[in-house]
């Protein structure tokens, strides 16, 4: 199966480029911008690979949640070049990809999203698969939903944010911590493969973002309250 992946949700972005069982794959951190490198990489990929997008199967991205910005960004990719060449297209949960990504069983996966607040979900991976214990929400860490039992895993920069307040209120339940770990297209493709076998691509148009918090920012009265903060 030869797939393509975009994951653009964080400040990591990165796309990926199945063919078979071989990967290739580009990345950068860009703080501020590089939506300008998606496009040129899957230009790359493709001619180092000598395929087309046509002798694509399907493209994937991730879906979110993550920077409003980054996942439409991503979304809209996977749909323009989907439908010029007429190729399915799956949204994957970037909660998801990064708790694939952080490789353990048990995993509570969670990312920045700023204006005091955390996107969080876990998951427990039964052969590579994330099936959710705690679905995808946003909420201020101090409120952060608690996952059942201990020895689970802190993915994401979530756990570095707002002091520490997500480590705190999580406790005992978390054993380890890596909060560098940020969603790739490498954990999208995976994740993308065995969903496109079973048949869950879906015309390009249909294609949506997963965006879990419904607004960009706070308003004037809502950053007075918390201080005057992002």
């Known amino acids: ?51 087309s997008l046509q002798q694509l ?30 190729l399915p297209v799956l949204g994957v949960c970037s909660l998801e990809a990064l708790a694939l990504a952080c490789g353990g069983q048990r995993v509570y996966a969670c990312l920045d999203a700023r204006m005091n607040e955390v996107y969080a979900a876990a998951y427990e991976l039964n052969d ?13 860490p101090a409120l952060a939903p608690l996952p059942p039992g201990p020895g689970w895993i802190g993915a994401g920069d979530g756990f570095a944010a707002y002091d520490g307040a997500l480590p705190l209120r999580l406790g005992a339940a978390i054993s380890e911590m890596k909060v560098d770990l940020l969603p790739t297209a490498k954990a999208v493709a995976h994740l993308a493969r065995s969903r496109f076998a079973r048949g869950e691509g879906v015309a390009a148009e249909l294609a949506q973002p997963l965006y879990v ?8 009265a809502e950053r007075l309250a918390r201080g005057g903060v992002r």
Not at 57 to 72: L, N, S
Not at 128 to 140: F, G, K, Q
Not at 213 to 220: E, S
């Open 1 to 51: 199966m030869n797939l393509l992946a975009l994951e653009t949700s964080t400040a990591l972005l990165s796309v990926a480029l199945c063919q078979g069982s071989d990967l290739l794959v580009r990345s950068e951190h860009h703080a501020n911008g590089g939506s300008d490198r998606i496009l040129p990489w899957v230009r790359e990929l493709l001619a180092e690979a000598g395929l």
């Open 57 to 86: 199967d399907g493209i994937a991205f991730g879906a979110g949640p993550g920077g409003f910005t980054g996942i439409r960004l991503s979304c809209g990719i996977a749909q323009g070049l989907a439908y010029g060449a007429d």
């Open 128 to 140: 590579d698969e994330p099936v959710a214990v705690l679905p995808p929400t946003v909420v201020a």
């Open 213 to 220: 918090r419904d607004k960009v920012a706070l308003t004037t």
